[in-house]
T-cell receptor
Framework: GAVVSQHPSRVICKSGTSVKIECRSL??????MFWYRQFPKQSLMLMAT?????????EQGVEKDKFLVNHASLTLSTLTVTSAHPEDSSFYIC?????????????FGEGSWLTVV | KQEVTQIPAALSVPEGENLVLNCSFT??????LQWFRQDPGKGLTSLLL?????REQTSGRLNASLDKSSGRSTLYIAASQPGDSATYLC?????????FGTGTSLTVIP
């Protein structure tokens, strides 16, 4: 079946540095990808929606200059956390869908645990 | 805006007990509902997917029901095992986006 691969699964970075997380659809073309964030003991919250070749749409309260989402190809989206701070430490997960129609199957990556020290 | 709530937030049961996790959502216009499992430090594992036209789905010891009109779903786990200890999330889709519940943290005591 369809697989979405997320890399890295775990990353530790120093405060002030930037870190990039990749989300790849391995056997299908993902026209739309989503990025979620989960703080401890809270639910997953949508951060941004990206469509291949266009600018990402960010949810209210998400700093677009800090969380850069790029969807450069139909199989790859990246989330870059710029100038990371300890409060950015969280679980980030992506999902991908094959089309823009409602009800299309959405596949999830396995998630990335970011720790900023 | 769709809101998804899960009750209880945490649950601790002895091994072998049957248990029910609850999920409620405010907008009944959903396309499907999905239950996930999340282990500490791990990603999401999809457990069961119920389409809006379905009322339940079963997989092994797991049974999920859906009552779309009342905005409720339950996840029934039979004969619980210590390996079932994890956080269980429900999520609904009203389009291409998922709306997640807050999760239920389950601990099964040997």
């Amino acid at each position: 079946g369809a697989v979405v691969s997320q890399h890295p699964s775990r990353v530790i970075c120093k405060s002030g540095t930037s870190v990039k997380i990749e989300c790849r659809s391995l056997d299908f073309q993902a026209t739309t990808m989503f990025w979620y964030r989960q703080f401890p003991k809270q639910s997953l919250m949508l951060m941004a929606t990206s469509n291949e070749g266009s600018k990402a749409t960010y949810e209210q309260g998400v700093e677009k200059d800090k969380f850069l989402v790029n969807h450069a190809s139909l199989t790859l989206s990246t989330l870059t956390v710029t100038s990371a701070h300890p409060e950015d430490s969280s679980f980030y997960i992506c999902s991908a869908t094959t089309g823009a129609n409602s009800g299309n199957t959405i596949y999830f990556g396995e998630g990335s645990w970011l720790t900023v020290v | 805006k769709q809101e998804v709530t899960q009750i209880p937030a945490a649950l601790s049961v002895p091994e072998g007990e049957n248990l029910v996790l609850n999920c409620s959502f405010t907008d009944s216009a959903i396309y499907n509902l999905q239950w996930f499992r999340q282990d500490p430090g791990k990603g999401l594992t999809s457990l069961l997917l119920i389409q809006s036209s379905q009322r339940e789905q079963t997989s092994g010891r797991l049974n999920a029901s859906l009552d779309k009109s009342s905005g409720r779903s339950t996840l029934y786990i039979a004969a619980s095992q210590p390996g079932d200890s994890a956080t269980y999330l429900c999520a609904v889709t009203t389009g291409n986006q998922f709306y997640f519940g807050t999760g239920t943290s389950l601990t099964v005591i040997p």
